[in-house]
């Protein structure tokens, strides 16, 4: 397309390329992918945008890929696979098991007077 913005032609690239990786039709994917674009370009065309790494949520999601594949005989293929020591793959494991073990009911909730 004549004259459209560079990255715009590539978000709408990228998108088709997804779609079609799911199953879409290739025109199917086009017309998603540009649509996708023009919206973004309206609604926040001008504007200075950072899009941010996001370099915590993928080490977040790699902690819970971990955890979820942790079998305790398994911890140096996943030391392994992951580029992390053994440490670091219990301190992992470690932390994500304190996030999702409930909370204690003999604990007082430390802020929940300040939260009403």
């Known amino acids: 397309m004549e004259n459209y913005p560079e990255v715009l032609q590539d978000l709408a690239d990228q998108i088709a390329e997804l779609m079609m990786e799911r199953g879409e039709g290739a025109e199917a ?8 674009a023009e919206f973004l370009r309206e609604h926040w065309g001008g504007q200075k945008i950072y899009i941010p ?7 977040s999601q790699r902690d819970i890929e971990i ?25 992992i494991i470690h932390a994500v098991r304190r996030l999702r073990r409930p909370p204690d009911p003999e604990q007082p909730e430390l802020f929940k007077e300040a939260m009403k």
């Open 29 to 36: 994917a086009a017309e998603i992918g540009f649509k996708t």
């Open 53 to 59: 790494k996001g370099v915590t949520f993928a080490a």
């Open 67 to 91: 955890y979820g594949r942790f079998r305790g005989a398994n911890a140096l293929d996943l030391c392994r696979e992951y580029d992390i020591t053994n440490t670091r793959l219990y301190q």
